[in-house]
């Protein structure tokens, strides 16, 4: 038999990056695929797309239902089954008991979800295999499940044509799987408003999918979606204090003091934004003590994804063993795109001015205990930290 499960190299979203192209071409493979689904060019009428995350694979298989049925003048006949109560045999059932024979005229599709896939034993999973292979003509099974255990995917791999889907996890990964979206509802969205997003909702495919959505209806499509519409409607205080650390570490002081001010009155705990701003300054510190060994340069910095990956990677193992072991407090731990902004901020300020600063930001936090508004201490840092004697020079 002829193995027809489609690689890793159709994954459409997170894929393993040493072994692989960008991002870019899984999504151009899926293209591909949904292109031969609505040719009819499938080798199998049976196909399983399984993985870990529900949301994606909801989404691959709206688009199958859509182009499985897109050629019949009435839609096509479309079952969607209740996978709780819907066991392997009952599949087979409905399936061939509902087939029209010669007065079928348009085609027929059955949908269900199975978390976890019921068949756990290869001798059986191969038996209903064999079943599912020979579906009546026009008719197709598209089946969602949660990963598979690797003996019931090889054997699966001989009846089924399998779409293995994995979720992204970079941040590089989230934002072209974004991008990718919003092409599909024709709405442009620029790369600084997908990372934007990225930055503000994190890691969750579904909550990405669902901000955007809200600020297609914003957009009102006249324009492509940019950053400052994404930080004006998506509220999120991790990135509202990445945007206060650029005003800070860039000397721009009016700029730092509206960005607190709207954290406030948006009612922002000054506990919480004082503790995120002293994260901010820690993890800068260590890209400035990095900077400072020479293990990083400035080209690294600006250099492409990959040769800024190689060159983090180079930093010598025992100075990395120094770090943080708590991965929130240690500058390596972080996501690549991250790490890439605290250097960028550490290039313009001095190892003397983070430590100083760290030392006001110590000072600040006992102010708050003995202060009605704590307010009024973030003010006063903000002004102090963006005072330091790197930017006044720059600006001299």
Same mark, same amino acid.
């Given at each position: 038999m002829r193995h027809t499960c489609l690689s890793v190299t159709v994954m459409p979203f997170a894929f393993p990056v040493e072994k692989t192209g960008s991002?870019? @071409?899984?999504?151009? &493979?899926?293209?591909?695929?949904y292109r031969k689904v609505q040719q009819r060019r499938l080798e199998r009428q049976a196909i399983l797309v399984?993985?870990?995350?529900?949301?994606?694979?909801?989404?691959?298989?709206?688009? +199958?239902?859509?182009h499985l049925t897109e050629s019949s003048d009435d839609g096509g006949e479309v079952q969607t089954l209740d996978g709780e109560a819907t066991g392997p045999d009952d599949v087979l059932a409905l399936v061939f008991a509902s087939a029209g024979g010669l007065f079928q005229t348009g085609s027929r599709l059955f949908i269900l979800h199975w978390s976890p896939f019921p068949l756990?034993?290869?001798?059986?999973?191969k038996k209903w295999g064999e079943a599912v292979r020979s579906l009546p003509s026009q008719t197709f099974l598209v089946i969602g499940s949660s990963p598979l255990p690797s003996k019931i995917e090889k054997v699966l791999s001989d009846y089924l044509l399998l779409l293995p889907v994995v979720s992204p996890k970079r941040d590089r990964d989230l934002v072209e799987m974004t991008k990718m979206l919003a092409r599909q509802e024709g709405v442009r969205i620029t790369d600084e408003a997908a990372q934007e997003l990225v930055a503000r909702i994190g890691p969750d495919s579904r909550s990405l999918a669902m901000e955007l959505e809200r600020l297609i209806l914003l957009s009102d499509q006249k324009g492509p979606i940019t950053a400052?519409?994404?930080?004006? @409607?998506?509220?999120? /205080?991790?990135?509202?204090?990445?945007? +206060? $650390?650029?005003a800070v570490s860039e000397g721009r002081r009016g700029d730092a003091i509206t960005l607190l001010n709207e954290l406030l009155v948006r009612r922002e705990s000054p506990i919480a934004?004082?503790? !995120?701003? &002293?994260?901010?300054?820690? /993890?800068? /510190?260590?890209a400035r003590l990095i900077l400072d060994k020479g293990f990083l340069s400035e080209a690294d910095i600006d250099a492409d994804e990959a040769l800024f990956r190689q060159a983090v990677a180079r930093i010598p193992a025992d100075w990395q063993d120094r770090l943080p072991k708590d991965p929130r407090y240690n500058l390596l731990k972080q996501s690549s795109w991250v790490?890439?902004?605290?250097?960028?901020?550490?290039?313009? !300020?001095?190892?003397?001015?983070?430590?100083?600063? $760290?030392?006001?930001? +110590?000072?600040?936090?006992?102010?708050?205990?003995?202060?009605?508004?704590?307010?009024?201490? /973030?003010? +006063?840092?903000i002004s102090q930290l963006t005072k330091m004697p790197a930017h006044t020079e720059k600006r001299g």
């Open positions: 991002f870019l @071409s899984f999504a151009d &493979a899926l293209v591909a695929f399984y993985g870990e995350d529900d949301f994606l694979i909801s989404r691959i298989i709206a688009r +199958l239902r859509e756990t034993k290869e001798k059986e999973a400052d519409l994404v930080a004006e @409607s998506v509220p999120s /205080l991790r990135a509202d204090i990445f945007r +206060l $650390m650029d934004i004082l503790y !995120m701003l &002293a994260r901010q300054w820690r /993890l800068t /510190l260590q790490v890439r902004r605290f250097f960028k901020h550490a290039l313009r !300020m001095t190892t003397e001015d983070l430590i100083g600063g $760290m030392q006001l930001i +110590l000072e600040a936090d006992a102010d708050f205990k003995r202060v009605t508004d704590p307010g009024d201490v /973030l003010f +006063l840092l």
